[in-house]
């Protein structure tokens, strides 16, 4: 996904581009930026925010506002749908692969993640579900262990 880079109070600032499905994300981004600014940088927090999305979604916004306004404006736009929002967490853990960077602990933190915001959004999965998923993204190298759960 194409990403912008800022420059925000000598501190770096990437926002991808809006699509209209990832709202939810830009919107996190964008407010950090906003909460990273001063007031004399208005001005710049509005040129960010119009540049971070694509020119088809730039009909209808106000021209002369704070970049609060602005996003107000937007957020009224994109209502972030929960069936979207399944949809990208649920691609988000069975998409999860350990490269073998990093710990396999955080791997299968970041899978219960997954599963907990799940539950918020009414999506229970089984423990065991959460524990096939981990143990599959897992390499050759860890089998063994695949090989002993399954046993």
């Not at 939810?24 to 040129?47: G, H, P, Q």
């Not at 899978?111 to 229970?124: H, S």
Request: hydrophobic letters at 40%; one cysteine or more; glycine letters at 4%.
């Amino acid at each position: 996904m194409a990403a912008v880079t800022f420059s925000i109070n000598n501190n770096m600032v990437t926002i991808e581009i809006l699509t209209g499905s990832n709202f939810k994300k830009w919107k996190e981004d964008i407010m950090l930026a906003i909460e990273m600014t001063d007031e004399k940088s208005n001005r710049i927090c509005t040129l960010s925010i119009k540049r971070s999305f694509q020119d088809h979604l730039k009909s209808d916004l106000p021209d002369q506002c704070t970049a609060r306004e602005l996003l107000d404006a937007i957020s009224k736009r994109y209502k972030v749908s929960s069936n979207a929002e399944i949809e990208t967490l649920l691609q988000g853990l069975f998409n999860m692969e350990y490269y073998g960077s990093g710990s396999v602990r955080n791997n299968i933190i970041r899978m219960v993640d997954y599963q907990t915001k799940l539950k918020a959004l009414n999506i229970p999965l089984l423990d065991a579900l959460i524990v096939h998923q981990a143990l599959n993204t897992l390499p050759f190298e860890f089998g063994i262990i695949q090989t002993n759960y399954i046993s």
